[in-house]
T-cell receptor, first 117, second 114 residues
Framework: AQTVTQSQPEMSVQEAETVTLSCTYD???????LFWYKQPPSRQMILVIR??????QNATENRFSVNFQKAAKSFSLKISDSQLGDTAMYFC??????????????FGKGTKLSVIP | EAGVTQFPSHSVIEKGQTVTLRCDPI?????LYWYRRVMGKEIKFLLH????????ESGMPNNRFLAERTGGTYSTLKVQPAELEDSGVYFC????????????FGSGTRLTVV
């Protein structure tokens, strides 16, 4: 079974600074997908960024980028120029084909990020 | 386009009662998923619909949970009878394709069983 570990339950960062959230996972699969979702106080889960395991190039989305280390099974999220609206719970998630016709997500426990003015 | 809508946003019921959660996916999304997060634990997969068919229900915890998606549009998740350990946040998500590009989640229903 896959597991996803987020070792930082809570983090804080000053506005405009850079912060990195850690995520490691355990799998024997070679084809899979990795995601970061954010959940602000409104509770809506929002997709931040996605990485396909077969791609060596790290994904980027504006101020958000990942450091994907496949051999180390590490998938960290870097947020540059942090903004107050980045305050949220961040979930790292692993996706693979379940074998039952479904692509399921396995989530970490989340990291609560607070951006301080 | 309207997002994934879930209601109620919050429900408080007594142990032994029945509760029905509803999810309206994005129009045209054939794939609909239910996940839940119980207190202090990870978000866990419950089941996956493709149109009106249950594609994968391997995550359903027990037979007190019944999910339906009549007509392939909205879905309901009924808990009967509710137990204390069912408390948590129930998320619905939908995707047009099989989900490899990620799902669109709703805001969740917070269920509290007292």
């Amino acid at each position: 079974a896959q597991t996803v570990t987020q070792s930082q339950p809570e983090m804080s960062v000053q506005e405009a600074e850079t912060v990195t959230l850690s995520c490691t996972y355990d799998t024997s699969e070679s084809n899979y997908y990795l995601f970061w979702y954010k959940q602000p106080p409104s509770r809506q889960m929002i997709l931040v960024i996605r990485q396909e395991a077969y791609k060596q190039q790290n994904a980027t989305e504006n101020r958000f980028s990942v450091n994907f280390q496949k051999a180390a099974k590490s998938f960290s999220l870097k947020i540059s120029d942090s903004q107050l609206g980045d305050t949220a719970m961040y979930f790292c998630a692993f996706m693979k084909y379940s074998g039952a016709g479904s692509y399921q997500l396995t989530f970490g426990k989340g990291t609560k990020l607070s951006v301080i003015p | 386009e309207a997002g994934v809508t879930q209601f109620p946003s919050h429900s408080v019921i007594e142990k032994g009662q029945t509760v029905t959660l509803r999810c309206d996916p994005i129009s045209g999304h054939d794939n609909l998923y239910w996940y839940r997060r119980v207190m202090g634990k990870e978000i866990k997969f419950l089941l996956h619909f493709v149109k009106e068919s249950k594609q994968d229900e391997s995550g359903m915890p027990n037979n007190r949970f019944l999910a339906e998606r009549t007509g392939g549009t909205y879905s309901t998740l009924k808990v009967q009878p509710a137990e204390l350990e069912d408390s948590g946040v129930y998320f619905c998500a939908s995707s047009q394709g099989p989900g490899r590009v990620g799902y669109t989640f709703g805001s969740g229903t917070r269920l509290t069983v007292v």
